[in-house]
């Protein structure tokens, strides 16, 4: 992998997350399948087609959340060699890469969430994070050291290298039960409804919802990303607790995942199936006054971003117009006698230049705290007997 050096700075970092890093020709297949199912006014659509593409966006939903997500991501429950095997292998299917590119890759986010080394924070923009880092040559290859855990089994390994044979069998096996109809809504409607409903957690969970928990990030809980997720719309929970294979704390946050995990483990299918302690549900609660450092953060990194882009401005500008030789490097720290406020009423360039200082520095605060806050949480250890409990020991 030729990465990650995602910007040292933030104003560098967001060229770096953007449009630029898009590898287009070889994202024209992505786009062209967003095409296949308009052939569906071309050919008869039975009822039998409709419900195959409700079928496999359910049914392989499950795979992505409750596979790649929750068991190779997070280890949140245990299963044997061979259920690992073949959720792995169902989970292809999906059409979203193999389990230790996908579960290693999502690592990495919670490792980095909201920060420069984030790899898909919609602070680098919504398609960034919806679908352009995908997309991007940045993050093609599996980085094999976030995930040395399930790279150690060579089946799963061989699965990731033939991760295209899984869609294609599918697709086949699509068109010969359903014919054209299977083939176009069946399979490449469902695959294209799936990637969408598994991307909004990375864009829009960091953008739109509620917050209950103070993470150091900016996600949120979403009723209606859990609904079409499977339960992984409560990505507040989630982040504050990513441990937990229950992402839907409350009786009415609909996790459907965690319930069919529920009843494959009392089928003693999975086991070990991992739960936060009552007493951390009860922590950090902004309602109870949690400083939430994860917005806070991210109110002043916007406010940098501005900073930064109106004083680059006025820089060049001064640059631009001015023949005397000394460059926009002369601006800095600009206390060579201007007005502080222009004539127009503005703020001359050199307290520009200070006020962008003072908030990078209020940002190097804010970074501070939010990562004691991930070192805080990473020490949280989980129960995996029966209901919430508090007398889980705690790290
Ligand atoms: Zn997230
Ligand atoms: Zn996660």
Redesign the pocket.
């Known amino acids: 992998m030729n990465e990650p050096n995602i910007g040292d700075t933030m104003v560098d970092d967001t060229v770096e997350g953007t449009a630029a890093g898009m590898a287009w020709l070889s994202a024209i297949p992505f786009f062209l399948v967003h095409l296949v199912p308009f052939l569906a006014f071309f050919v008869t659509i039975t009822w039998q087609d409709w419900v195959l593409c409700a079928v496999l966006y359910v049914g392989r939903m499950f795979l992505i959340t409750a596979g790649y997500?929750r068991y190779f991501?997070?280890r949140s429950y245990k299963m044997g060699r061979v259920p690992q095997f073949l959720t792995a292998l169902g989970a292809t299917t999906a059409a979203q890469k193999g389990p230790l590119w996908w579960a290693g890759h999502?690592r990495m986010?919670?490792r980095f969430t909201d920060t420069d080394r984030d790899i898909h924070s919609p602070r680098d923009g919504f398609w960034w994070s919806h679908v352009g880092w995908i997309l991007s040559n940045r993050y093609k290859e599996t980085d094999e050291s976030a995930i040395r855990d399930f790279a150690a089994y060579p089946e799963l390994r061989l699965l990731d290298k033939f991760n295209w044979v899984g869609p294609w069998v599918l697709g086949v096996v699509c068109l010969v039960i359903g014919g054209w109809g299977g083939l176009i809504i069946g399979f490449f409607l469902s695959t294209v409804l799936l990637w969408h409903g598994t991307f909004i957690v990375n864009s829009l969970a960091h953008v739109f919802g509620r917050r209950r928990f103070a993470t150091p990030d900016t996600s949120r809980n979403s009723l209606f990303i859990a609904l079409v997720t499977g339960g992984e719309g409560w990505h507040n929970n989630?982040?504050y607790l990513?441990a937990s294979a229950r992402q839907g704390l409350m009786w009415w946050e609909i996790d459907t995942t965690w319930y069919v995990l529920r009843a494959l483990a009392a089928l003693h299918i999975v086991s070990d199936v991992k739960r936060p302690p009552a007493r951390l549900l009860t922590q950090s609660r902004l309602r109870d006054g949690a400083f939430d450092i994860g917005m806070f953060r991210s109110y002043w990194e916007r406010a940098a971003r501005l900073a930064g882009s109106a004083t680059n401005g006025v820089s060049s500008l001064r640059a631009s117009s001015s023949d005397a030789g000394s460059g926009p490097g002369a601006d800095v720290g600009g206390d060579n006698g201007e007005p502080v406020v222009d004539s127009d009423g503005e703020l001359g360039a050199g307290p520009r230049q200070a006020l962008s200082g003072l908030i990078h520095r209020a940002m190097e605060s804010a970074d501070e705290l939010a990562s004691s806050t991930r070192r805080m949480r990473d020490g949280a250890v989980f129960s995996s007997r029966g209901t919430p409990t508090d007398d889980a020991p705690t790290g």
């Open positions: 997500h991501a997070h999502h986010h919670h989630h982040h990513p």
